[in-house]
Nanobody
Framework: QVQLVESGGGLVQAGGSLRLSCAAS????????MGWFRQAPGKEREFVAT????????YYADSVKGRFTISRDNAKNMVYLQMNSLKPEDTAVYYC???????????????WGQGTQVTVSS
């Protein structure tokens, strides 16, 4: 069993930046794709970004493409989401999640963290 713990959320003004981190413990992230998802109040959870085990292949939701960057450090069992040019509509609880690498574009993912709140003020 793996435990995923997100951190780095907070309150930021529109146009600002935040970097989210996801720490995995219990098991390594070997051969697993990792993704970030978010859920805004009153809305369903939505996909944000994903990165394959190799770290070289990524995929983003259109709404964040060009503003967010997902990365990972497999040696440290860490996954990151750098968020730039934040908008009020990015306000949500952000979750990291894990799935088998060959299912990286199939949702939902298997294992989830508890989430971290990101609030962007206008």
């Amino acid at each position: 069993q793996v435990q995923l713990v997100e951190s780095g959320g907070g309150l930021v003004q529109a146009g600002g930046s935040l970097r989210l981190s996801c720490a995995a413990s219990g098991r390594t992230l070997s051969n697993y794709a990792m993704g970030w998802f978010r859920q805004a109040p009153g809305k369903e959870r939505e996909f944000v970004a994903t990165i394959r085990w190799s770290g070289f292949i990524t995929y983003y939701a259109d709404s964040v493409k060009g503003r967010f960057t997902i990365s990972r450090d497999n040696a440290k069992n860490m996954v990151y989401l750098q968020m730039n040019s934040l908008k009020p509509e990015d306000t949500a609880v952000y979750y990291c999640a894990r799935t088998d690498d060959n299912r990286w574009l199939r949702f939902p993912y298997d294992d989830w963290g508890q989430g971290t709140q990101v609030t962007v003020s206008s």
